[in-house]
Antibody
Framework: EVQLLDSGGGLVQPGGSLRLSCAAS????????MSWVRQAPGKGLEWASI????????HYADSVKGRFIISRDNSKNTLYLQMNSLRAEDTAVYYC???????????WGQGTLVTVSS | EIVMTQSPATLSVSPGERATLSCRAS??????LAWCQQKPGQAPRLLIY???TRATGIPARFSGSGSGTEFTLTISSLQSEDFAVYYC?????????FGQGTKLEIK
């Protein structure tokens, strides 16, 4: 059974940093493109970032580019999102999700809430 | 960046009836279009990819069509569990972008 377990969310002050994790199991993690998608309270979905299976290619939404870094450790079956210079507008539930051979976002984690507030 | 526009924002339909949701891309995304469903308090779930292919375990009452810039999600006979928010997503290039969502509510 495919499982994606998001963790690392919490309350952080504006300008602060936080690292999210997504622990994967039930599939060959090192073969899959992985993404982070976020959802501000009461709002729609926003795609944030994506990383290739090997980790050598990454892409970001303009809203997070230069502040967030996506990475992965295939030996630990874990995806990460390092979030720096956090702003109030980064407050959201963050979901990790996987692709499968051209099928986007076929499985999602349960999400982890990040709140940026003083 | 490709802008995805969904209509209507809210759709009121009675159980057993057909629902038709629309998604328009600001430029062609070929058939690289997906639909996701989200229920309150839950993570989204993939319904359709490649504009018309149902994801694993998705009932046949869900169907997708379209290519280029105009896409449609049709639910042929609404069940109680289908009332949710639906999002389209393009995966033609970077960045991927979602539509703003259509809330399907019980009439």
């Amino acid at each position: 059974e495919v499982q994606l377990l998001d963790s690392g969310g919490g309350l952080v002050q504006p300008g602060g940093s936080l690292r999210l994790s997504c622990a994967a199991s039930g599939f060959t993690f090192s073969n899959c493109v992985m993404s982070w998608v976020r959802q501000a309270p009461g709002k729609g979905l926003e795609w944030a970032s994506i990383i290739s299976p090997s980790g050598d290619t990454t892409h970001y939404a303009d809203s997070v580019k230069g502040r967030f870094i996506i990475s992965r450790d295939n030996s630990k079956n874990t995806l990460y999102l390092q979030m720096n210079s956090l702003r109030a507008e980064d407050t959201a539930v963050y979901y990790c999700a996987k692709d499968s051979s051209g099928i986007p976002l076929d499985y999602w984690g349960q999400g982890t809430l990040v709140t940026v507030s003083s | 960046e490709i802008v995805m526009t969904q209509s209507p924002a809210t759709l009121s339909v009675s159980p057993g009836e057909r629902a038709t949701l629309s998604c328009r891309a600001s430029q062609s995304v070929s058939s690289n279009l997906a639909w996701c469903q989200q229920k309150p308090g839950q993570a989204p779930r993939l319904l359709i990819y490649g504009a018309s292919t149902r994801a694993t375990g998705i009932p046949a009452r869900f169907s997708g069509s379209g290519s280029g810039t105009e896409f449609t999600l049709t639910i042929s006979s609404l069940q109680s569990e289908d009332f949710a928010v639906y999002y389209c997503l393009h995966f033609n290039n970077w960045p991927r972008t979602f539509g703003q969502g259509t809330k399907l509510e019980i009439k």
